[in-house]
C-alpha cells in the first residue's frame, strides 16, 4: 500500500509538473477539417463526373486523399507536438545510458554536445558521470549509480544516486529536484541532493536550499548538511565547501574556454569549483594575475589540474596552504 509520505510526495510532483509545463496546446482542428473537407470535396467531383464508376472506386480515390492528408497533417502537426530541448550533454565519462521519451530501450550516451528533450531518463553506471548544462543555465551533474528524469529545464526527478547543482548565474529559483522523499528547491547555490535506501542527505555548498516535505519545509544554508532517515527523522550537520566530498563533482565540472582570458578569470573559476579561496601573497601577484592573457585551451580536466597546466605556462605559482587556501605568487 502507498504511504502517505509518497502520496503526499507525488501530489507535489503533479502540481508542480503543472505548473511548469503550464497548459498542454489544442490539437489543430482547423487543419485537420480542412484536409478532410478538401479530400470529401474532391471525392464528390470525381463521383459527379464519372457516376458509371463503381462505388468501391470511389471509396478506394477517398481512402488515398484521406491518406495523403493524413501525412499533410503529419507533415505539420508532428513538429508542433516535438518535445522541447531541456538540456545539452556538457561532459560525459564513463557508462552513461539515455533513454528517450517514448522510447523502450536505454543506449549509451557517448557524445558531449548532444541535445536532451523532456521525459528524457539518464542513468549512471558504477564509473559513469555525466554534466548537462540545463537550459537556464543550470549545471546539473549526476554521480555513479544514478537515475535521473528530466521534466522541464527547471524540473528534475532524481530516482536515485546523487546530482550536484550549480545555478551560477541562474540565480533563486534556478532548479527544483524531485525526489520519492522530498522536493529540494534551491535559492541561488550550489547543492548536493542524494537519495539511496530511502535516505535523503541534502549538502549545500553556496547559498541556501528548501526542501519541502509532508512534515513541513526545512531549509539548509551554506556549509549545512540534513539526513532524512527512513522514519522521517531529521540530523543536522557540517560540511566544509573544500571537503573532499565534493570532488565528485569537480571531476566532471564543465571547463570554460579561458583562451585569450586573465589568470584572474581562471583563479575565479579554481575557487568556485573547488570551494577553496584564492589570496595573493602581494599585490604585484595579483596585479600580474589580472594582467596576463592565457592562451591556448585546456581539454576536460579538474579545475586543480587545469590551473596547475595553465599556470605553467606563465611566471605566476600557486601553493595550497595548510587550511586549503590557493595562495597565487609572482616569481
Known sequence: MTSDREQGTGGDLVATLIRTAGRRADPPADAYRAVLAAAEDTWQRKVGRRRHWRVGVGIAAAFVLLTAGAALLRVVV????????IARVDRVGGGVATRPAGAGAWVPLVAARR?????????????????LRLEGGVSLRLAVMTEVELHAPDLIRLQRGAVYADTGSAGPGGIVVVTPAGIARDLGTQFELRYAGDVLRLRVREGRVSLQRDAGELVAAAGEQLTIDTAGGVTRGNIARDDPDWA?????APVPDFNDQSVA?????????TGRPVHYADAAAEQRAASVILHGRVGPLAPLEALGVLLSTT?????????????????
Open 115 to 131: 541535445p536532451l528533450h523532456a521525459g528524457t531518463r539518464l542513468r549512471t553506471g558504477p564509473d559513469g558521470r555525466v554534466d
Open 78 to 85: 508532428l513538429p508542433m507536438m516535438a518535445p522541447a530541448e
Open 248 to 252: 565528485w563533482a569537480e571531476t566532471i
Open 265 to 273: 578569470v581562471l583563479l575565479e573559476w579554481v575557487a568556485r569549483e
Open 315 to 331: 611566471d605566476l605559482t600557486y601553493e595550497i596552504l595548510p587550511d586549503g587556501t590557493i595562495e597565487v605568487r609572482y616569481q
